[in-house]
């Protein structure tokens, strides 16, 4: 007995989570509920159900470039507004600013969308001391260097040659930061 | 259609590579002799990363038992090495062109193969940036590594 147990709960209730019952009931449950947190909970599992039943690729999945293109722009602004912050540094930061803003550019191009004219803030205005602020951008750079290498590795043929080409002048950046 | 046309084999794209890595290493030669101290050692390491490269390129090649294309004896170099300023010009240009060769592979290769072409991609453009700094150019990068201008 115990033994049937162990083999046939298991089947029965996979059986039904993914069929007729469940689904049916936590609908009616939410409809019941019928608050605005309840039909946002809703969306979630029939979305997901959407993704597994059909098999159409076109629901917009993100490009998988887009979160390059947004660090690209994330980068921009960093440096340009330690430029701002420490006009000292400016001569050196401008260049790699405008770089980081070209690479959305190509990114955007590619991805086939208009680059956002707002470009994201940073996390956090620059440092007031410029060492820190280069340490900053370093870190970010490094950071940005990485996720462009990963991202080439899996880049389609078309794309890796500007994805490349992004790694290395993070890479050459990290270099003119030193 | 076009991405059948546009990238070349994979060992094509590399043999192209070990042609670039081949002039630079010759180049390397005029480039050493116009440099002293800390310039001349940056150009002995670089002309040994290109040889590596080099070296690694031909047993690859004949492993996968392509055709390895020959070195030649000499190779015309853009403008003659007369000076320092001039030796460091050249290794710029050195440097951002078999950038630009391993910048090509990527579109030709996939895994371990792109890996290595990307590796190149990055350590030439940062040895470009380097020489830029020695020679004194401003800003001491380009937007796109490697990329035919």
């Known amino acids: 007995m115990p033994l049937r147990m162990v083999l046939t709960c298991p089947v029965a209730r996979g059986r039904t989570a993914q069929r007729i019952p469940a689904p ?86 590619l991805i086939g969308v208009t680059p956002p004219s707002s ?50 002048a993070r890479a050459t950046h990290l270099e003119a930061l030193k | 259609m076009s991405e059948r046309a546009a990238p070349p084999a994979p060992a094509e794209a590399l043999a192209a590579a070990l042609t670039a890595e081949y002039a630079a290493i010759y180049a390397y030669g005029p480039i050493g002799v116009r440099l002293s101290g800390a310039a001349r050692t940056a150009a002995r390491q670089a002309e040994a990363a290109h040889r590596r490269r080099r070296d690694a390129l031909v047993l690859q090649l004949s492993t996968a038992g392509a055709t390895v294309p020959p070195d030649r004896a000499g190779y015309a170099l853009p403008f003659p090495i007369t000076d320092r300023a001039s030796a460091l010009r050249l290794a710029v240009e050195v440097e951002e062109r078999t950038a630009a060769h391993w910048r090509a592979a990527l579109a030709a290769t996939t895994g371990p193969d792109r890996d290595q072409a990307l590796d190149a991609l990055i350590d030439y453009s940062v040895r470009a940036t380097r020489w830029r700094r020695t020679a004194g150019v401003d800003p001491v990068t380009v937007p796109f590594p490697g990329r035919p201008t």
């Open chain 1, 24 to 109: 049916g009931h936590s609908r009616r449950g939410l409809l019941r509920a019928g608050g605005l947190l309840a039909l946002g909970a809703a969306a979630a599992p029939l979305a997901g159900c959407d993704l597994l039943g059909g098999d159409d690729e076109a629901p917009k999945a993100p490009d998988p470039l887009r979160p390059l293109l947004d660090e690209a722009l994330t980068l921009a602004t960093a440096y340009q507004d330690a430029a701002t912050a420490h006009p000292d540094l400016a001569a050196r930061l401008t260049p790699i600013a405008e770089a980081h803003r070209a690479h959305a550019g190509e990114l955007a191009r």
């Open chain 1, 119 to 168: 470009t994201p803030a940073p996390s956090g205005a620059p440092s007031t001391d410029p060492d820190a602020t280069l340490a900053d951008l370093r870190q970010r750079e490094r950071a940005g260097r990485d996720a462009a290498v990963a991202a080439c590795a899996s880049a389609s043929a078309e794309r890796a040659p500007l994805v490349g080409s992004i790694a290395a």
